[in-house]
């Protein structure tokens, strides 16, 4: 399934996900980013990160627009901004985990990249984006909570969360779950959040 989305790719965009793969292993070995310390670990983050685009019912392909909420070293949306190459906006209230996804951006010319230095709920659109995605952030209510204003009635929200992500879910909560390994896919429509 992974070679299929592979081989779907541009040589360009093959460049971005190597370039973005040496500046984080370069910057973690400075600055402990994250908990993928070699290169094998980072491929394997890359790959969980464009898991669903092979996921055909999710129809990743069709959205517009990105959002990411807390997104420390790049996981999931460096690679999905890359691969979708639509607008891709990268919320990060910290500082130094900004400034690499800053990095990022300048070193890769990923011109549909914004970076936002501020906590979600602090965080202005103009429109709201048709795909939101986090990893490993919040709890699953609080992360609905204070990403509210940003969810339309067309969004998708793919959340990549941990074995224990059922004990997050609120009651009567509708979602479709995808496992892949130890992590597992959470997809929330938005909606079935509006009333």
Partial sequence: MMKQILQTL???QIAQLESYANLLLRWNA???LSGAKDSQ????????SLYP??????NLHTKTSLLDVGSGNGFPSV???????????????????AAFLQNVKANLNLKNFT???KKIESLELETKPNLITSRATFNIKFFLEKCGKHIAQETTILLYKGSNFEN??????????????L????VILGENLKC
Avoid: W
């Fill in 10 to 12: 541009q040589p360009s």
């Fill in 30 to 32: 400075i600055h402990s």
């Fill in 41 to 48: 670990s980072i491929q394997k983050n890359i790959q969980d």
């Fill in 53 to 58: 685009l092979s996921l055909k019912e999710l």
């Fill in 79 to 97: 690679p999905l901004g890359i691969v979708l190459g639509i607008p891709t906006i990268l919320c990060e209230p910290n500082a130094k985990k």
């Fill in 115 to 117: 970076i936002q230095r």
């Fill in 168 to 181: 997050e879910i609120p009651k009567g909560l509708k979602y479709t779950h995808f496992q892949k390994g």
């Fill in 183 to 186: 992590l597992h896919y959470l």
